[in-house]
Every structure is written in C-alpha cells, then in structure tokens.
C-alpha cells in the first residue's frame, strides 16, 4: 500500500502563509475528500502533493522517503496524476489522442498506445466514437471523462482532483464519483478537493482545510 503523508507543513505565497503546520497522511485505495473556505489553501495543498510547489517548512513522504530527494518532475510523471476542474485538454486534439500525448510526455513504452488510449477511455464510459471526437464537440462531463482517462495514461499511485465536479450537473457528478469509488477500489489513492457535500460524503476520509487565520 502506498503512503502519501505530510508532516507539519508551512507554506506561504511571499509573506502571506497559506498552509501552516499541517499534517496529513493519505493512503492508496481510498477516497479523500478535501473541504474548507475559500482562501484555505486547498489549491496550494494539491500543488504541494503533486510536487509542483516545495513547501518551505515540513516534510513530504512518499513511502516513507523524504520528497526532496525524489526528482519531481519523475514524481509527477510516474506516482500522481492530476486532474483539473477547467480540464486542461489540448482542444485541437481528439480525446484518444489528448490521452496518448499523455503517454508520450510520461515516457510510457509500448507498441499500441493508441489502442491502450482507446481502452482508458471506455474504462471511464467514452465509446469510439465520443474518443475520436476534438474535446471540444464533447460536453463538460465528457471532458471530465477525458481528464481523468489521460491522468490514468501513465498508471499513477495516486489520483489529485482539484474540483472535478464543480461545472457538472448532479446526474454527471455522481457518475464521476463512481468513477473514483471504483478507481479507490481497485488500489489507488483518490484526493479530492471540493466545496460539494455530495462528493465529501462519498468519501472515505474528510479532510477541512481552515484559514491560517482561522486555525
């Protein structure tokens, strides 16, 4: 099983601290919800997880090694994928492609990427036809969809959702919630950033960012 643990962070934009003394521990094979205000820092917590921002106090884990002596931009490429509430897809590629270009980036070696890109996609409910579409003749839960496949493109310990649901309709959300039970359930870890009660009670573990101000 896969630890992710924080202990005893700090974080600050200049002089203004965002994240302060915190300590978290995620585990592979569970939801995680991340709640809190405006303003608490659950952007910046991702940013620290995915090791696209160093905290300037505390320590990072992963398996127990010390974050700092793991290159990050491999971190990245190989233990967490990230999915983002405006999705971030490349909008003149099709949703097969958006994912295979994942692949390429990540490193991943294989002779049929292509038909690997294919099977990612309908593992998240996109037929042929909706993957050979530009991602922008898809609707919002269909791009979703597309995000979340291309961050599973490279087999990633650890799944980071900031607001996944946020733009979509309840019908849509809890057909992406199923997603990430199902994707938890089969040994990844899924954390989610969220204002959205629906998807903070289907998970296994909350977690309520406060203010540094309000702490």
Do not use: C, W
Not at 56 to 73: A, C, K, P, S, T
Not at 112 to 129: I, P, T
Request: aromatic share 8%; no cysteine; glycine share 8%.
């Amino acid at each position: 099983m896969s630890v992710l643990t924080l202990n005893h962070i700090d974080f600050a934009y200049e002089k203004s601290m965002v994240l302060k003394d915190l300590s978290f521990t995620f585990e592979s094979g569970k939801v995680y919800a991340v709640t809190g205000k405006s303003g608490a820092g659950k952007t910046t917590l991702l940013s620290v997880l995915s090791g696209l921002a160093a905290p300037d106090g505390g320590e990072i884990l992963y398996n127990d090694q010390d974050m700092r002596h793991i290159n990050r931009y491999d971190f990245r490429r190989k233990y967490v994928g990230v999915i983002f509430q405006s999705y971030n897809l490349l909008t003149k590629l099709t949703a097969v492609e958006n994912v295979e270009t994942s692949m390429d980036i990540a490193g991943v070696r294989m002779k049929n990427k292509r038909e690997k890109a294919y099977a990612l996609l309908e593992s998240v409910g996109l037929g042929r036809e909706e993957a050979d579409r530009r991602v922008l003749k898809l609707s919002g839960g269909q791009q979703q969809r597309v995000a979340i496949a291309r961050a599973l493109s490279y087999e990633p310990e650890f799944i980071l959702a900031d607001e996944p649901t946020g733009n979509l309709d309840e019908e849509t959300q809890a057909d992406i919630l199923s997603i990430f039970r199902k994707l938890a359930d089969e040994g990844k870890g899924v954390i989610i950033v969220t204002h959205a009660k629906q998807v903070a009670d289907a998970a296994d573990v909350v977690y309520e960012l406060k203010a540094v101000h309000e702490a």
